[in-house]
């Protein structure tokens, strides 16, 4: 079953560091376009970090120099490393896929991020 499971979320003070991970169940994993989204309440959901099959990466302005997204072809996983987090980053993250040629997408269930003292 193709699936996407995200970990590493949790509580942190603004100015620390998370790395959150998505597993994932695809086949033919390095043809995909991985990215990571979020959601905080009552806003829509965001385009957060994006990371090609070739392997190039695209950020949103709120994030850049802050966040990085990475993939590891050979385990299955992309994560995303998370620095200086600050009140606002607080959301629900989501990992999300979309297969080259197809676009079949997947989603995972979202970890969530809290930043607070």
């Known amino acids: 079953q193709e699936q996407l499971v995200e970990s590493g979320g949790g509580l942190v003070q603004p100015g620390g560091s998370l790395r959150l991970t998505c597993a994932a169940s695809?086949?033919?994993?390095?043809?995909?376009?991985m990215d990571w989204y979020r959601q905080a309440p009552g806003m829509q959901r965001e385009l957060v970090a994006t990371?090609?099959?070739?392997?190039?990466?695209n950020y949103a302005d709120s994030v850049k120099g802050r966040f990085t997204i990475s993939r590891d072809n050979a385990k299955n996983t992309v994560s995303l490393q998370m620095n200086s987090l600050k009140s606002e980053d607080t959301a629900l993250y989501y990992c999300?896929?979309?297969?080259?040629?197809?676009?079949?997408?997947?989603w995972g269930q979202g970890t969530q991020v809290t930043v607070s003292s």
């Open positions: 695809l086949r033919s994993f390095s043809i995909y376009t």
């Open positions: 990371i090609t099959s070739s392997g190039s990466t």
């Open positions: 999300h896929g979309t297969r080259l040629f197809t676009g079949i997408q997947y």
